[in-house]
């Protein structure tokens, strides 16, 4: 396994539609394991493959504790919306690193992915697991948190990476 390279806000290449998975082979296994230990290397809880500059529909998630409930989703979807009550929490990016920002997002839905073994399974995901899948899923069409916020907060974020960028 691999640490890869996490892109950061506003590199454009985060704006990338990414590309269905035609087939589950042993390289979308090997990036799913490399993106589960970059997330872990970062103290995140979730990884789309556009944030390490690979465009294809994986994301990874682990909301447990232990760190040690790895959930793996190639080509994901949202099927419903289980439950139209929409709750805030407050959302970081490993992409748009120690800003946490409030934003509202449905509490349960019903996803439809392929795992690693190349099946097709469903998943209710609720509460923070629910808001990770749908931070995770809209990396995938080149959405970030920062455009769910105001221009002027969005433009404030953006000055303030590419200060850090240019600090190190």
Not at 15 to 26: G, H, M
Request: proline share 4%; aromatic share 4%.
């Amino acid at each position: 396994m691999a640490t890869l390279k996490i892109l950061i806000f506003p590199d454009p290449k985060l704006r990338t539609v990414a590309e269905p998975v035609k087939e589950v082979d042993d390289s979308v296994v090997r990036l799913s394991e490399d993106m589960l230990e970059t997330m872990y290397d970062g103290n995140g809880i979730g990884l789309a493959a556009t944030q390490v500059d690979i465009h294809k529909r994986v994301i990874v998630v682990d909301v447990s504790n232990e760190k040690n409930d790895p959930l793996v989703l190639i080509n994901p979807r949202i099927n419903a919306i289980i439950n139209d009550e929409n709750k805030s929490y407050s959302e970081g990016c490993l992409s748009v690193p120690g800003i946490y920002e409030e934003l509202e997002r449905p509490t349960s839905v019903e996803i439809k992915a392929l795992g690693v073994d190349g099946k097709e399974f469903t998943l209710i995901a609720e509460d923070l697991l629910s808001v990770v899948i749908q931070h995770e899923m809209d990396h995938l069409e080149g959405k970030m948190m920062v455009d769910y916020l105001s221009n002027l907060k969005r433009e404030m974020i953006r000055k303030k990476m590419i200060k850090q960028k240019a600090s190190k």
